[in-house]
């Protein structure tokens, strides 16, 4: 996670507006600083870091929103909205290896299991007790395919795989429609900036 940069100018004996417009200023740079990388579906990580970006300037715009005369809510409902967003982003991101790694486990349990099936019949089994030992192995192995949960696994990751693409393009919508409104000059001239 990107941390915060930090605030330069901040001065205690000030009142709250100048200091709370310096914070705010390089809280949205940071928002906008992932403008570029973002637009590569790939980039998870500075997804995320934008998801914070937003997060940060949420946060700030509700702690400090009283300190202006604007009607701060509209900024802030949509940067709770593009923070949203982002975030289902990222759990489908977090999900799908968390799901493809219990897969892999699973698969290794079967080959497990099986290797243990195969060694503890070489062990006990005599060359009449083939067929018997053999019928066994077939009847445990199907009664554990019944039971086989990697088929609603794969289902889950193909879903989650399809809704990351939709979010990701909902997004990629969000964020050029805020560009071409001019979302980030709207808000810093509600706030004073610049």
């Given at each position: 996670?990107?941390?915060?940069r930090p605030v330069s100018g901040i001065d205690p004996s000030k009142r709250v507006r100048p200091n709370a417009r310096r914070i705010l200023a ?77 897969l892999a486990w699973l698969e290794r349990q079967e080959a497990l299991s099986v290797e243990r099936m195969l060694t503890s019949a070489r062990r ?71």
């Amino acid at each position: 996670m990107a941390k915060p940069r930090p605030v330069s100018g901040i001065d205690p004996s000030k009142r709250v507006r100048p200091n709370a417009r310096r914070i705010l200023a390089t809280r949205i740079d940071e928002v906008y600083q992932y403008d570029g990388l973002v637009a590569d579906p790939a980039n998870i990580t500075d997804l995320h870091n934008m998801r914070i970006a937003f997060k940060r300037l949420r946060y700030l715009l509700e702690i400090f929103g009283s300190a202006f005369d604007a009607d701060l809510e509209p900024y802030l409902d949509q940067v709770k909205a593009m923070q949203d967003l982002l975030g289902e982003i990222h759990d489908c991101d977090v999900q799908v290896p968390m799901l493809e790694a219990h897969l892999a486990w699973l698969e290794r349990q079967e080959a497990l299991s099986v290797e243990r099936m195969l060694t503890s019949a070489r062990r006990t089994r005599t060359p009449e007790d083939h067929e018997v030992a053999l019928e066994r192995f077939r009847s445990r192995l199907e009664s554990a395919r019944r039971t086989d949960e990697r088929p609603g696994i794969h289902t889950l990751i193909a879903l989650r795989r399809a809704q990351r693409v939709a979010l990701y393009a909902r997004f990629t919508n969000e964020w050029r429609r805020l560009k071409h409104e001019r979302f980030r000059q709207h808000l810093e001239h509600a706030l004073g900036i610049r």
